[in-house]
């Protein structure tokens, strides 16, 4: 595949993905992305010019869409409202892109026979009792909590029935919970990293019991380029990587990587309808694609992770008081 067109590519993992493309591929791509209040071009300052395009626009301009799809050999798709708090306080943006910029790409790679890579997460399955035993399959129901996850449940939904109803050449993976470079500062881990380099307390919903997958976000990429190349048309890959973690030993992890007390946080209020725990079953895409994660040492990725967000204040500063004064509006 010479030419692949990056939705969302200006986002957190869509711009780990270019980063991966240039570093491991000789494809070229075309970034469409909105740059909504998550997206920041300056993610992709280093991408080599004569290899990237990048187009500020809207997944839902089906004009622009279709004309952007006939000129490339495929489609990965990130581009999504991807955050739950914000799914909660103000729902609209998730239908809009989430369920009908889904649909649109959808329309594109249908007319012009262009494959289509089709990005998700786990958090359509629902959530998992801690002491479950059971992991997330592809075979799983879906059973979405949040509107966020609502609307990639349907995306995906629209995926699969324009697979099956006019043979559309995509695949689907649904992953667990990303981490490093680019994330804004919003999410759990960046906010956290964040908040002690600026002296302010870290904040942990509730608990803090609850149970996230986590997987550095290259891994992430090189799993979405082995599907690409080599996944089979119609079906769903789940990615993970084995790092099943409480939200409280990822704090206490932070503080210490960092030097602070390993209590030196404070809980708040918790997140409405909260998911408990997720945790991904890899095995099709370990088996049949013969996928393997490079990171499997959550504290070092970690801390390379903290390493980043010390050296780039520049890069996420710009968005933190603005997004702690969202939370301060919901108390959290
Ligand atoms: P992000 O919020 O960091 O980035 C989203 C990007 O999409 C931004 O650059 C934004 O400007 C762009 N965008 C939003 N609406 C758009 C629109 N209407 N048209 C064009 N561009 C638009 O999100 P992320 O964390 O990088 O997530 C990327 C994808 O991966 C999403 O589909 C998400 O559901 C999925 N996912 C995320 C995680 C995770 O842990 N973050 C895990 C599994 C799956
Ligand atoms: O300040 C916080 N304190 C806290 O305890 C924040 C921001 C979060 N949390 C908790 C809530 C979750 O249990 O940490 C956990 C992770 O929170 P988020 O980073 O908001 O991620 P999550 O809701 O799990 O969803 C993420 O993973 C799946 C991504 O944002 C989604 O896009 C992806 O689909």
Redesign the pocket.
């Known amino acids: 595949m010479k030419k692949i067109l990056v939705?969302?590519?200006?986002?957190?993992?869509?711009a780990n993905f270019v980063h991966h493309l240039m570093a491991h591929t000789d494809a070229s791509v075309v970034v469409?992305?909105?740059?909504?209040y998550?997206?920041?071009e300056a993610s992709l300052a280093d991408v080599p010019a004569d290899r990237m395009e990048f187009v500020h626009?809207?997944?839902?301009d089906a004009e622009l869409v279709d004309r952007l799809v006939a000129g490339v050999d495929a489609v990965v798709h990130?581009?999504?409202?991807?955050?739950n708090d914000n799914s909660l306080s103000n729902p609209r943006p998730f239908l809009?892109?989430n369920i009908v910029?889904t649909y649109t790409i959808l329309e594109a790679v249908r007319k012009h026979g262009v494959r289509l890579h089709h990005?998700?997460?786990?958090e359509v399955y629902g959530d998992l009792e801690l002491d479950d035993p059971a992991k997330f399959s592809e075979t799983t129901p879906y059973n979405p909590s949040s509107p966020y996850s609502a609307t990639?449940a349907g995306s995906d939904l629209l995926v699969r029935a324009w697979v099956r109803s006019f043979g559309v050449q995509a695949t689907i993976s649904n992953?667990?919970?990303?981490y490093g470079p680019y994330?804004?500062v919003e999410?759990f881990i960046p906010r956290q990293i964040t908040n002690v380099i600026r002296g302010v307390r870290p904040k942990l919903y509730g608990t803090g019991e609850n149970v996230r997958d986590w997987i550095h976000t290259d891994d992430h990429s090189s799993a979405v380029l082995r599907i690409l190349e080599r996944g089979e048309i119609g079906q769903t890959y789940l990615i993970g990587a084995n790092g099943e973690r409480n939200n409280k030993d990822v704090i206490e992890d932070i503080l210490v990587l960092m030097g602070q007390p390993r209590d030196a946080y404070d809980h708040v209020s918790d997140r409405p309808g909260h998911d408990l725990r997720y945790a991904i079953d890899a095995t099709r895409l370990r088996t049949e694609l013969g996928w393997e994660p490079a990171y499997t040492d959550f504290e070092a990725g970690l801390k390379a992770t903290i390493d980043w967000y010390v050296a780039n204040e520049a890069w996420w500063a710009p968005q933190k008081d603005e997004t702690e004064a969202k939370y301060a509006k919901v108390g959290r």
């Open positions: 939705t969302g590519g200006a986002g957190f993992i869509g469409l992305d909105k740059l909504t998550a997206g920041n626009g809207a997944i839902e990130f581009a999504a409202e991807s955050h809009d892109t910029g990005i998700s997460t786990d990639k992953c667990s919970n990303n994330q804004h999410k």
